[in-house]
Nanobody
Framework: QVQLVESGGGLVQAGGSLRLSCAAS????????MGWFRQAPGKERELVAA????????YYPDSVKGRFTISKDNAKNTAYLQMNSLKPEDTAVYYC????????????????????WGKGTQVTVSS
């Protein structure tokens, strides 16, 4: 089992930036595709970024494309989500997720596929 712990959330003004970190322990992230999901009150959890376990492919939905960047540092056993040009609609709890040696497409990663979840970190964007 891999344990994931998110950090880096907080309150920012619209147009600001945050970098979320996902520290892993127990297993090496080199064997896991990684994803970042978010969930706002009253809404379903949605995928906002994913990276293949080999690190060669990334995915972003249109809602964040060009603003968010996912990365994976296997030496540090940590995944990141850099968020720029934040908007109030980005306000949500952000969750780190890991899927062991995923061979399926990362753009179809969903909650049912996830092997391990972090506990989440709150991101609030004010206008």
């Amino acid at each position: 089992q891999v344990q994931l712990v998110e950090s880096g959330g907080g309150l920012v003004q619209a147009g600001g930036s945050l970098r979320l970190s996902c520290a892993a322990s127990g297993r090496t992230l080199s064997d896991y595709a990684m994803g970042w999901f978010r969930q706002a009150p009253g809404k379903e959890r949605e995928l906002v970024a994913a990276i293949s376990w080999g690190g060669g492919t990334t995915y972003y939905p249109d809602s964040v494309k060009g603003r968010f960047t996912i990365s994976k540092d296997n030496a540090k056993n940590t995944a990141y989500l850099q968020m720029n040009s934040l908007k109030p609609e980005d306000t949500a709890v952000y969750y780190c997720a890991a899927d062991y040696r995923r061979y399926g497409s990362i753009w179809t990663l969903k909650s049912a596929d996830v092997d391990s979840w972090g506990k989440g970190t709150q991101v609030t964007v004010s206008s």
